[in-house]
């Protein structure tokens, strides 16, 4: 689906999505989530996870700062959207930077059903197998276009490697975003945040490479919008969220305006 | 107690106001407790809530993002609040959509004296035992008028049902506070704040519905003032802060704007 | 090192610093670490404590939001920096105002090799055995000159008492900086933020009074630049953000702006 239909379809049904997600970045992830037209919920104790996700239309799941509560609630949570047949989608945040985030990241998708997963280019490599150097949360090195075709097609899920340009793949297709702007890298947490525009666009569309791509070049479009009237970082943000809830309320400035390149078809 | 001489009272006492609270909107809820004039406190562990609560003068617990150690804590503080007799202020977060947030939320109620319920009118039908839909932390139906007074009624306790126009009862009397604008909705967190302005007003003049629906006043009258200076929810939130924090540095800027109407008198 | 020398080495080589801090102002701290030109890390598991500190270039230690767990956390990751010899910045947020903080910080003095620590009058005064009134997290007394001299002295580290003028000493040497603005007490995380500066700076270039001082110099310079730009606390926040970014962009800026005193020589 195009960013105006799940934009469209999202002010219309406004669905509920789920984040079980890092403390760093849980408010902007939360603001993004509204402002895209869907409702956030933050929750993550096991007593409330089979029925919050009762609940919601999609759920994300981040692994930015990961305690083993966290985990089993991402499992409980995780296994009630399976059978609801509700997409999740994965931020690996840090896969490769330590074992527990490798790990983790590893056995969320294959104790679940996975419908995307969207992380930097270092991260992804990880999950793909490949080499690659991920400082802590960033991604130092990787081959972005590489890692999401490679990763997609080991984890036979969607995957979008995010960076200067994006990379969107399930291993058949490969999808190029080019829309963003670099203000966006300085900003703490606009990979958590992307992932949460995926969710919302899953809740909405699904989680095939078009609905994917379409989410980070909404995303990417809201950035460009918003660096045309920051001053730095920290003036980027609120401006970000307005272009976000602009965009998300006149889908229509989104046509035109998006770049997703067809790389290779499936 | 109204809103003029409960800031004045703030700016000069700056109590200690004590929040257990989600980690979504926690730094929104402590730069709205800063603003208001009073010193917030961000502390959850067990081993501290006797001494914390000895220092505070007002205690506010928000449910939003709950887990076992966290109920275990609210009940440690409200009881020290109790015993020292300052006002407690509940904010139910996702009542009625979770079987875990509604019943704490009646425990809460029930094994602590609470001074004031805020919550918008989806949760506060819920504690009021009425029909409402909750999606996450959301309300979609619920007459807030109706809700306020038979929570008031049945909990007796102050009850304020917040929304487009808030609603304050003590199960007697019945104020309705125009102020406020739309934009306050698209923020993540609005609800939050406007508990934390409660909690900070109910430490310096109590929590009777005057003085309750005087800090959803100031509340609502800042949310006016910020939206004629916002492009969007990104740069209301600044904004709404800067208002807050002008009105409680200069609050005869709030004589004459509050728009509380007394429908019922007790 | 000045402030031009470490910003400089900041920007060319990146390095990671590691946040064990409360999840109150954690976004902001990330935030301020990624402007100075650090790569942020937040993580609390005790499983990958070790490993994450292997790759990072100094840790910082906040005990706002303090719990058993993340106690123990603190020193796993703090014997693994001690064995690396990078940098430990602590903040002991609230010692003195509950017997879990001052026992949590002085525990952390004693088991761990701190470099640097950083806190307000009230706070620093307390780990000097000198008496105090710290509310909550707020300084409401204490002579912070003092109490840096003493502090420093007593526990053998270098010690900042931030405040209208920060205070930074060894035991030997003392160091005022007047570079700051009134607005940043009325922000909410602004003394953690300022300890995560610090961290920025130890893990380019030391934690030497020296280097602290130009820690807390490109701060307060970067708040009189936000203070120019903003109409309250709501708007100096982003506007803070960006000007410390612009100050890292661009380190002569901050040459001639800082107002560094020696006020006593080793």
Redesign the interface.
């Known amino acids: 689906m195009n960013a105006v239909e799940v934009l469209r379809r999202l002010a219309e049904e ?1 669905p ?1 999505v ?1 984040h079980i997600t ?7 992830v ?2 993004v989530t ?2 895209t037209g869907a ?7 096991a ?2 996870m089979e ?2 996700e009762g ?2 239309s999609a759920l994300v799941l981040n692994i ?6 966290q985990i089993e609630a991402m499992l409980l949570a995780g296994k009630t959207a399976n059978e609801r047949d509700i997409p999740i989608v994965l931020d690996p945040v ?1 896969a490769g ?5 490798t790990r983790t990241a590893e056995r969320l998708l294959s104790e679940l059903r996975v419908a995307a997963v969207c992380g930097n280019a270092g991260e992804i490599a990880t999950l793909a197998g490949l080499s690659a150097e991920v ?4 991604s130092l090195t990787g081959d972005a276009r590489e890692a999401a075709t490679q990763a997609a097609r080991a984890l036979g899920v969607t995957v979008a490697a995010t960076g200067p340009t994006d990379y969107v793949s399930d291993g058949e297709r490969l999808l190029a975003v080019e829309n963003g702007h670099l203000l966006m890298g ?4 606009s990979g958590c945040a992307s992932t949460a525009a995926v969710g919302c666009f899953a809740a909405a569309g699904g989680a095939d490479p078009e609905t994917v791509a379409a989410a980070l070049a909404y995303f990417g479009r809201a950035g460009e919008v918003a660096a045309g009237k ?6 980027f ?10 965009l998300a309320d006149d889908p229509a400035g989104v046509e035109g305006s998006t770049q997703i390149k067809e790389l290779k078809r499936g």
């Open positions: 406004k509920l789920h890092n403390y760093v970045t849980v408010n902007l939360a603001n509204l402002c409702l956030p919920v933050m929750a993550h104790s007593e409330e029925e919050m609940l919601a930015g700062t990961l305690d083993s509560r840090g930077a330590t074992t527990l985030r400082r802590g949360v960033e300085r900003v703490v947490g920051a001053d730095g970082p920290g003036t943000e609120p401006r970000f969220l307005d272009a976000l809830a602009a």
